[in-house]
Nanobody, 127 residues
Framework: QVQLVESGGGLVQAGGSLRLSCAASGRTFSRPAMGWFRQAPGKEREFVAAISGNDGNTYYADSVKGRFTFSRDNAKNTVYLQMNSLKPEDTAVYFC????????????????????WGQGTQVTVSS
């Protein structure tokens, strides 16, 4: 089994920045494609960003493109989501997720592609 643990959430004013981390532990695996999703109260969980396993190609939702940056440190089994120029509409619980597609150039924006999920970390952006 694989565990994903997010950290770095919190309360920030509009225009501010946060960096989320997601550390993988348990059964080790090699460079899976990973993603970040978020869920605001009363809304469905939505795609935020994805990263491929072998070369770190990234893909972003239009709503965060240019403001968020997804990166990974394979040696530490950790991925990061740098969030800049935050807006109140970014307020949500953010979830890290991992696929079982390893060492591939592909990334995924559909929740159905992901096999493992973290417990989520709250991000609140005040106006």
């Amino acid at each position: 089994q694989v565990q994903l643990v997010e950290s770095g959430g919190g309360l920030v004013q509009a225009g501010g920045s946060l960096r989320l981390s997601c550390a993988a532990s348990g059964r080790t695996f090699s460079r899976p494609a990973m993603g970040w999703f978020r869920q605001a109260p009363g809304k469905e969980r939505e795609f935020v960003a994805a990263i491929s396993g072998n070369d770190g190609n990234t893909y972003y939702a239009d709503s965060v493109k240019g403001r968020f940056t997804f990166s990974r440190d394979n040696a530490k089994n950790t991925v990061y989501l740098q969030m800049n120029s935050l807006k109140p509409e970014d307020t949500a619980v953010y979830f890290c997720a991992a696929t079982t597609t390893f060492n591939s150039p592909h990334y995924y924006s559909s929740r159905n592609e992901y096999d493992y999920w973290g417990q989520g970390t709250q991000v609140t952006v005040s106006s």
